[in-house]
Antibody, heavy 122, light 109 residues
Framework: QVQLVQSGAEVRRPGASVKISCKTS????????IHWVRQAPGQGLEWMGM????????DYSQKFQGRVTIIRETSTSTVHMEVSGLKSDDTAVYYC???????????????WGQGTLVTVSS | QSALTQPRSVSGSPGQSVTISCTGT?????????VSWYQQYPGKAPKLMIY???KRPSGVPDRFSGSKSDNTASLTISGLQAEDEADYYC?????????FGGGTKVTVL
């Protein structure tokens, strides 16, 4: 069965970076985009970016351009997202998610990781 | 790119219907038929309820339906049930990007 398992909770100081991993299994890794979505406490969902694992092409929300990097590790079917220059309002649960349809970047996110809480505090 | 606009909350009694609107622009909702809707319970990951404006993934009850007119998409829950009380988010493709709505809390009275 399809599974997306994310790395554990992180605590960082303002200005630091954090790298979150999303290990996938149960499907053809290269055939589906992986999206990243975050949710601050008590707030809504916010799309951050995505990667096409087959060619490593990425797209990022304008809000996070230059501060977020998404890469894929084919040997372990894992996608990593690094967020730099952390601020207190980056405190959120970060989710990776896989779309319903293979090959397309349309945001029909059918499988989700369990979420990774990143806390940014001095 | 701004978030799509949803009402903060809607409510209805069991058995009634509620409709949640999602307003965007011609660059997102109005420009593509790639609109989806998600249901989220507190502390849980979102669940895909509608895609392609009006299609339901396997397992989603047919009480949930979607539509779109110009720059506004809508989610209707018919025959409201207690378990439908949750947060709902619309989502639209925006050309190599994605926008979510601010979320709507559905309360079953």
């Amino acid at each position: 069965q399809v599974q997306l398992v994310q790395s554990g909770a992180e605590v960082r100081r303002p200005g630091a970076s954090v790298k979150i991993s999303c290990k996938t299994s149960g499907y053809s890794f290269s055939s589906y985009y992986i999206h990243w979505v975050r949710q601050a406490p008590g707030q809504g969902l916010e799309w951050m970016g995505m990667i096409n694992p087959s060619d490593t092409i990425t797209d990022y929300s304008q809000k996070f351009q230059g501060r977020v990097t998404i890469i894929r590790e084919t040997s372990t079917s894992t996608v990593h997202m690094e967020v730099s220059g952390l601020k207190s309002d980056d405190t959120a649960v970060y989710y990776c998610a896989r779309p319903l349809m293979r090959y397309f970047d349309w945001p029909y996110l059918d499988y989700w990781g369990q979420g990774t809480l990143v806390t940014v505090s001095s | 790119q701004s978030a799509l606009t949803q009402p903060r909350s809607v409510s209805g009694s069991p058995g009634q219907s509620v409709t949640i609107s999602c307003t965007g622009t011609s660059s997102d909702v109005g420009g593509y038929n790639f609109v989806s809707w998600y249901q989220q319970y507190p502390g849980k990951a979102p669940k895909l309820m509608i895609y392609d404006v009006n299609k339901r993934p396997s397992g989603v009850p047919d009480r949930f339906s979607g539509s779109k007119s110009d720059n506004t998409a809508s989610l209707t829950i018919s025959g409201l049930q207690a378990e439908d009380e949750a947060d709902y988010y619309c989502c639209s493709y925006a050309g190599r990007s994605t926008l979510f709505g601010g979320g709507t809390k559905v309360t079953v009275l």
